[in-house]
């Protein structure tokens, strides 16, 4: 069945296995090795600029290093979902609609911004090309709630730190793994570190991952729209002689999926055209999609005498998309609103500086001084066609953003800390653009008529920050208590619509607690947030184009927490978050009811609709009575748990199972139970893990119980993306 929750057969293999392996703790007397974990290990996060152990810092976040990212399977950025409370992560096409706690990004506008800000290595990632595999990973960490000091803008939902591997001058190192399953997947992973000198080393990393699509497309172009085939890889040089370092990383990342895979949303007008089951597709396009990364960022740093550290990120980046689709996804003809496709090309550039002054530690006082500056450029090109009539999008936005901000840590006691935090903003966008239509048509402008001008200007200032009492009741336990304020710029759609920025007020108590001689470590987070202006892509009559609006004010109130625990052998995780929130109604077109096709600008007054030339909106004008935020589930939690059995000769065997849920989430401010609501779903994976010395071998299985569910919404159409079935293979593995 499409969503829905887990079936009491699977629930009932999950708890067994669970159980089967508490059970093994009492039976198993597990010896110390060097294979073996028998007591949890610090989490380190470097989020707030300094290397800090989580359970210190006072923050609402989960943090994998590189071994709970493989026993969790995370592989790319949406897999998080199920291993991070409150976050989720739903297909949009162009864009991954990136939410925690129901904020971050809810439009697929060059104009939006996002509300989670992710970085790769330090370096803030525009949103489109995210969809790349991890690989040579350090650790993920995920910080919950706005961070308006030291992330600043693009962070009212929270932010998302992704680090690689440095280069290490200590020895040689690496690592090398080859993979195949199911669909023909076939994958290879490695990486190398080179210490040329004591004072100069040098990583290479690389991945290839390709598989077969999921998707059979009966169309006359047999489509191979879903499969993968990606590569990327990374070098990393460092030179540090004494108490400078310089470390440059470039990678480059190229991936081809055949086309987006998606069907027309049940519920919506090309609904009869769907055929067969969920993996059968119907397109009248030739479809293809492929995405390219570059990101380059080198970081200087100087440590002086008195433990001061001076810091310098710079960072480039170029990200582009080309993409041919099948808009209605079916193949209805024109008569009927059909036959519609588009070529899309999307090309982000962005050029950024960040300087950071850090104390250190010992005193009394600490603190961390930055200043930050990014520039985007960003080109969008999009034609599409219905029935062989043609309207070009051209839109091109220039940005520039820049940040002052401070955070100082003051000791008021031996056991209480009082933390402060400001950020000045200051952001800046113009843009160019028109919408076209009969291009190269008779009857028309050779280059098409004009029928909407997407330019415009905008800028604002803004302050965020927080303050905190952090208080230490012993070295096993940390209390905290915070308000923050955290904002998303605002913006234009065209010369005569603007939209404000996001604003939200996050009140936050949290306690972090080590239990049972560190065997045991504990999480809770309660917080209300107060919701200002939420961003949405809503259809703009001026122009017949999709265009962002500040929708309506919001509350959001919850709970988090999480559990870690490893007693010999066994270990176990799992993670829960309720969030209750509250969107105001709104009055917008609710695209929904539209026909399909381009129906160009509104009508003048008294003028009847003539698309694409124009058309009138006002019958398709609703009001609703709001609903929870979009993207919001109210319900999540993930569980996972193993248990390593020492084999002896410095082998062992650790089997492993994972759950998680996703509750149901709207996508579009209409509330329809039918066409704006992705419902819930669970998926259970697991993998067992043999290790001899430096070799592995793992089985694994990801959706063991084959759940057929919806993973997004397209937002430039009306159709729903799936998430991928069962799948199971084996991987193996060398580490020198």
């Known amino acids: 069945m499409v969503g829905g929750s887990m079936s009491a057969t699977s629930r009932y293999l999950c708890l067994s296995v669970v159980a089967a392996l508490s059970q093994g703790v009492s039976a198993q007397d597990v010896s110390s090795g060097a294979t073996i974990d028998t007591v949890l290990q610090e989490v380190v996060v470097t989020a707030q600029r300094r290397v800090e152990n989580l359970q210190d810092v006072p923050i609402a976040a989960t943090a994998l290093d590189s071994r709970a990212l493989e026993s969790k399977q995370v592989l790319q950025l949406a897999d998080l979902q199920t291993a991070a409370p409150s976050l989720s992560i739903t297909n949009a096409g162009q864009t991954q609609s990136v939410n925690i706690r129901g904020i971050g990004l809810a439009s697929n506008s060059p104009n939006a911004t996002a509300g989670v800000a992710t970085y790769v290595d330090g370096l803030f990632q525009p949103p489109i090309v995210q969809f790349n595999s991890f690989y040579d990973l350090r650790s993920i960490e995920v910080l919950r709630g706005p961070q308006g000091t030291l992330v600043g803008t693009n962070s009212t939902g929270g932010a998302i730190f992704i680090n690689s591997n440095n280069p290490s001058v200590d020895g040689y190192e690496g690592y090398a793994q080859l993979g195949f399953g199911n669909f023909d997947s076939i994958e290879a992973e490695g990486a190398l570190n080179v210490p040329l000198a004591d004072t100069f080393a040098v990583r290479l990393a690389g991945f290839h991952r390709q598989r077969d699509s999921?998707?059979?497309?009966?169309?006359?172009?047999?489509?191979?729209?879903?499969?993968?085939?990606?590569?990327g890889g990374r070098i990393g040089i460092l030179w540090k002689p004494g108490s400078f370092s310089a470390l440059a990383k470039v990678q480059l990342n190229?991936?081809?999926?055949?086309?987006?895979?998606?069907?027309?949303?049940?519920?919506?007008?090309?609904?009869?055209?769907?055929?067969?089951?969920?993996?059968?597709?119907?397109?009248?396009?030739?479809?293809?999609?492929?995405?390219?990364?570059?990101?380059?960022?080198?970081?200087?740093?100087?440590?002086?005498?008195?433990?001061?550290?001076?810091?310098?990120?710079s960072g480039y980046q170029h990200k582009r998309i080309y993409s041919v689709d099948d808009i209605d996804g079916t193949m209805a003809d024109v008569s009927v609103g059909g036959d519609v496709w588009w070529d899309y090309f999307a090309s982000e550039k962005q050029y950024s500086q960040e300087i950071n002054l850090i104390s250190p530690t010992a005193g009394t006082v600490d603190w961390i001084l930055g200043a930050y500056y990014q520039y985007n450029d960003i080109d969008v090109r999009i034609r599409e066609t219905q029935g062989g009539f043609p309207q070009d999008i051209l839109p091109k936005n220039k940005r520039d953003t820049f940040g002052l901000f401070a955070q100082v840590n003051v000791e008021l006691t031996d056991a209480l800390e009082l933390q402060v935090g400001a950020r000045y903003s200051r952001y800046e966008v113009e843009g160019a653009g028109v919408v076209l239509i009969g291009a190269g048509i008779p009857g028309f402008p050779p280059g098409g008529l004009e029928v909407a001008d997407l330019s415009g200007k905008y800028s604002e200032d803004m302050g965020t920050g927080k303050i905190a009492l952090n208080w230490k009741l012993d070295d096993d336990n940390l209390l905290y208590v915070f308000a923050a304020r955290?904002?998303?710029?605002?913006?234009?759609?065209?010369?005569?619509?603007?939209?404000?920025?996001?604003?939200?007020?996050?009140?936050?108590?949290?306690?972090?607690?080590?239990?049972?001689?560190?065997?045991?470590?504990?999480?809770?987070?309660?917080?209300?947030?107060?919701?200002?202006?939420?961003?949405f892509d809503v259809l703009e009559p001026?122009?017949?184009?999709?265009?962002?609006?500040?929708?309506?004010?919001?509350?959001?109130?919850?709970?988090e927490a999480q559990i870690q625990g490893q007693f010999g052998g066994f270990a176990f995780d799992a993670a829960?978050?309720?969030?209750?929130?509250?969107?105001?109604?709104?009055?917008?077109?609710?695209?929904?009811?539209l026909p399909a096709g381009n129906l160009g600008p509104q009508c003048p007054p008294g003028t009847p609709s003539n698309p694409p030339v124009c058309f009138d909106y006002s019958p398709f004008v609703v009001t609703t009575t709001g609903g929870p935020n979009l993207y919001s589930p109210e319900w999540t939690y993930n569980l996972g748990a193993e248990y390593a059995f020492d084999l002896g000769a410095d082998a062992s065997i650790t089997p492993r199972v994972n759950y998680a849920y996703m509750g149901p989430r709207y996508t579009y401010i209409a509330y329809s139970p039918v066409t704006d609501r992705i419902e819930s779903h669970g998926l259970?994976?697991?993998?067992?893990?043999?290790?001899?010395?430096?070799?592995?071998?793992?089985?694994?299985?990801?959706?063991?119980?084959?759940?057929?569910?919806?993973?997004?919404?397209?937002s430039a159409s009306r159709n729903e993306f799936y998430g991928p079935p069962r799948e199971y293979g084996l991987r193996i593995g060398y580490t020198f």
């Open 576 to 593: 829960v978050a309720y969030v209750d929130s509250d969107l105001d109604g709104f009055t917008f077109v609710n695209e929904r009811l």
């Open 254 to 313: 190229d991936q081809e999926t055949g086309g987006y895979a998606y069907r027309p949303v049940r519920g919506t007008a090309f609904e009869s055209y769907r055929v067969g089951d969920i993996r059968t597709l119907a397109y009248d396009v030739d479809t293809s999609h492929r995405e390219k990364a570059l990101i380059a960022g080198l970081t200087l740093e100087q440590e002086f005498d008195n433990g001061i550290i001076l810091r310098s990120l």
């Open 486 to 535: 955290g904002y998303k710029p605002g913006g234009f759609n065209s010369v005569d619509s603007h939209f404000d920025p996001e604003i939200v007020m996050n009140y936050e108590l949290g306690w972090k607690s080590t239990l049972a001689d560190g065997q045991l470590r504990t999480q809770i987070a309660l917080f209300y947030n107060d919701y200002s202006d939420f961003q």
């Open 684 to 714: 259970l994976s697991a993998l067992v893990t043999f290790r001899k010395g430096a070799w592995t071998v793992t089985a694994y299985g990801t959706n063991l119980t084959d759940e057929e569910y919806v993973s997004g919404h397209a």
């Open 214 to 231: 999921f998707y059979s497309d009966v169309g006359p172009f047999n489509n191979s729209a879903g499969e993968l085939d990606e590569t």
């Open 542 to 559: 001026i122009t017949g184009q999709g265009g962002i609006s500040n929708v309506a004010n919001a509350t959001i109130q919850g709970v």
